[in-house]
Structures are given as C-alpha cells and as structure tokens.
C-alpha cells in the first residue's frame, strides 16, 4: 500500500474528501477510520454529503477515558499497519485520532505526513495543541496551511506550505451551499460547541448560552454528542438541532448573521463564506481570521461575547490566505 490516509472526527472527514481522489488516482490509497466519531450524523451522513466512499478500514476504539481510548487507538492502527505496510501514513490536524496515528506508524518505522502541520495557539494546556505539537516532532512531511505556520517549523526539513485542504472541499461545494441557505426573513446566528475546555465544562456551556440569549436573534445550535451532557435549559432564543451534514450546515453558516464557536474548522469556514465569527476562546491557530477583521475573540465571557457581537467586523477583503483550492494536488505530488 502506498498511502494509509486516517480520520475519526469530522473536520478529518471533510480533509480526507479532498485528498483521497487525488491520492487514489495516483496510487493504493486507503481510508481508515478509528472510530472516534460513531454519531450517524458525523460520520455516514458527512460521507455521502462530501461523496467520500466508506472507509476500507473502520476500527472499535474502546475505554472509558482519553488515555485508554488512546491507547486502543494505537494498538488497533498499528495491528493495520502491520497487516498493510504503508509507505506513509497520512494525518490531519489534531484529534486523538491524529496522534494515536502518528504514534503507531512512528513507532513502526513508517514515514508520517500532518496534513495541517505547524499550526500553533499558544494555549499548552489544551489536549489539541499538545496534539499538535507531538504529532509534528513525529512527521517526516508537515504540510502547512499558511507561511505562518511553516514559520512556527523554521529549521525543520519536509515543510512544504501548500493551502488549506479544507478550503479545497469548500470552494467545489460552495455552489451547493449558497443554494443550502435557509430562505428565511430574519437574522439568526449559529452557534457550535465541542472542545473539551467549553463542552465538558457546565458552567463555560451557562455563560455562552446567556450571551446567546441576549442576541437579539434566533440561534441555531447543533449540538454535538460531546456537548449533551453539559447542557442545562436552553433559552428560549436558543434552538437545538441535531449535527447536520456537511453541506446543510454550512449553508446554515453562509446565510448566518454571525457565527460562535469554539472549532478551529469552522473558523475558516466562517471566514471563507464571508460569515462574521466569534471564538469561544481566548486564542486561535488561525489569526489571519483575527488580522483580516472576519474573527473575534471573546472566550466564554458573557460581556466579550456581547461587546463582540455589538461591533461589526472591519469586513476588510478577504484574501486567499488558504490557497486557491488546490492544496490536495500539491500534497500528493510531493508524496
């Protein structure tokens, strides 16, 4: 096999819709899913959205904690690995799944490229900047979305700066997504929440639903499995959905007013669809959001929230600071 490409989470799925047509039509490419993500919605309804055929592989990850669901991780891939002998194993951002794939194909001497490599906020104490950081040290290949990333590799070699492979997907959908937007009359935001820091935490959940309520709009909120558990009584402003598929949920995005969020996906998403975003942190890896005016950092703080969604954005130009849609083409040519 040339090229083991592995996913688990949805931006990863999104990411894999680019770069397996391409890779395929150069070599043995196959798709591995470790099972991350089990919701329907996530996993099967993004596939036939995206048009990404079923996974070759689909793994049982098993355990009650990280750690454990980590370490299943790990054993299952490299039990793959071994049956298949890759020449590379390919991963993206910065899941679990993404560093239990580096570490299993590291440790069995098999080359390793991070797609998304480079990318930093700063924010050590977060469980997908120490992905980040770990799973770059094991690459051999680190293909970054933008120059400041591959600034944050300066001395490395194998850096290649190539695009964003998300705004790949966006860009040959984007025709679908435009004509996904709701015909409403009214102004509404979207709202999304999954990281660990805001969604395991109750009381993080509180503040953001009460700066949602005082929007002044409806806010569409599809709630991800991770984020159940934290949620107490919506406002009534507030209104629950189940994930959506890929393209419905970002023309749900397109024809929004504003966007809150605590993901690093939808952020550029936001930004490439002209959608104003908050993020529901107090750093971001993707500060050219922030530079061009699109982005607003407010944490989970009830009074940011509002001051932020008060100001308009600049609405300066939107560059192409993630490539022109053809940032799969360049990864596979250098695999």
């Given at each position: 096999?040339?090229?083991?490409?592995?996913?688990?989470?949805?931006?990863?799925?999104?990411?894999?819709?680019?770069?397996?047509?391409?890779?395929?039509?150069?070599?043995?490419?196959?798709?591995?899913?470790?099972?991350?993500?089990?919701?329907?919605?996530?996993?099967?309804?993004?596939?036939?959205?995206?048009g990404l055929d079923?996974?070759?592989?689909?793994?049982?990850?098993?355990?009650?904690?990280?750690?454990?669901?980590?370490?299943?991780?790990?054993?299952?891939?490299?039990?793959?690995?071994?049956?298949?002998?890759?020449?590379?194993?390919?991963?993206?951002?910065?899941?679990?799944?993404?560093?239990?794939?580096?570490?299993?194909?590291?440790?069995?001497?098999?080359?390793?490229?991070?797609?998304?490599?480079?990318?930093?906020?700063?924010?050590?104490?977060?469980?997908?900047?120490?992905?980040?950081?770990?799973?770059?040290?094991?690459?051999?290949?680190?293909?970054?979305?933008?120059?400041?990333?591959?600034?944050?590799?300066?001395?490395?070699?194998?850096?290649?700066?190539?695009?964003?492979?998300?705004?790949?997907?966006?860009?040959?959908?984007?025709?679908?997504?435009?004509?996904?937007?709701?015909?409403?009359?009214?102004?509404?935001?979207?709202?999304?929440?999954?990281?660990?820091?805001?969604?395991?935490?109750?009381?993080?959940v509180a503040r953001?639903?009460?700066?949602?309520?005082?929007?002044?709009?409806?806010?569409?909120?599809?709630?991800?499995?991770?984020?159940?558990?934290?949620?107490?009584?919506?406002?009534?402003?507030?209104?629950?959905?189940?994930?959506?598929?890929?393209?419905?949920?970002?023309?749900?995005?397109?024809?929004?007013?504003?966007v809150l969020t605590?993901?690093?996906?939808?952020?550029?998403?936001?930004?490439?669809?002209?959608?104003?975003?908050?993020?529901?942190?107090?750093?971001?890896?993707?500060?050219?959001?922030?530079?061009?005016?699109?982005?607003?950092?407010?944490?989970?703080?009830?009074?940011?929230?509002?001051?932020?969604?008060?100001?308009?954005?600049?609405?300066?130009?939107?560059?192409?600071?993630?490539?022109?849609?053809?940032?799969?083409?360049?990864?596979?040519?250098?695999?």
């Open positions: 096999m040339d090229w083991a490409v592995v996913a688990g989470a949805r931006p990863q799925f999104v990411k894999a819709a680019a770069l397996m047509p391409v890779l395929r039509a150069r070599g043995d490419a196959a798709l591995i899913h470790t099972g991350q993500h089990t919701d329907k919605t996530l996993v099967e309804d993004h596939f036939a959205d995206l079923a996974p070759d592989v689909s793994l049982q990850t098993t355990g009650g904690n990280r750690a454990t669901r980590l370490a299943s991780m790990v054993d299952r891939l490299a039990a793959v690995f071994e049956e298949r002998r890759p020449r590379c194993v390919v991963v993206f951002g910065d899941t679990d799944s993404t560093l239990a794939a580096a570490i299993a194909g590291s440790f069995n001497n098999i080359a390793v490229a991070h797609v998304e490599a480079g990318a930093r906020s700063g924010e050590r104490d977060l469980p997908e900047e120490r992905n980040r950081i770990l799973v770059d040290e094991m690459s051999d290949l680190l293909f970054c979305s933008t120059e400041a990333h591959a600034r944050n590799l300066a001395g490395r070699r194998g850096v290649f700066t190539v695009g964003d492979v998300m705004a790949d997907v966006l860009f040959a959908k984007e025709k679908a997504i435009r004509a996904a937007i709701p015909a409403v009359d009214s102004d509404y935001a979207v709202l999304t929440l999954h990281r660990a820091g805001t969604a395991d935490d109750p009381a993080a953001v639903l009460d700066a949602a309520s005082r929007l002044g709009m409806p806010v569409h909120f599809p709630v991800h499995p991770r984020t159940k558990k934290s949620l107490g009584r919506l406002p009534v402003n507030v209104r629950e959905t189940e994930p959506l598929p890929y393209v419905k949920f970002l023309g749900l995005v397109a024809g929004a007013r504003l605590d993901s690093g996906g939808l952020q550029k998403e936001a930004y490439l669809l002209g959608t104003p975003c908050i993020t529901l942190r107090d750093a971001t890896e993707w500060e050219e959001t922030l530079a061009a005016g699109w982005n607003t950092l407010a944490g989970t703080d009830v009074r940011r929230i509002g001051m932020a969604a008060r100001q308009p954005p600049r609405m300066d130009e939107r560059y192409p600071v993630y490539g022109d849609g053809d940032a799969a083409k360049k990864i596979a040519e250098r695999l």
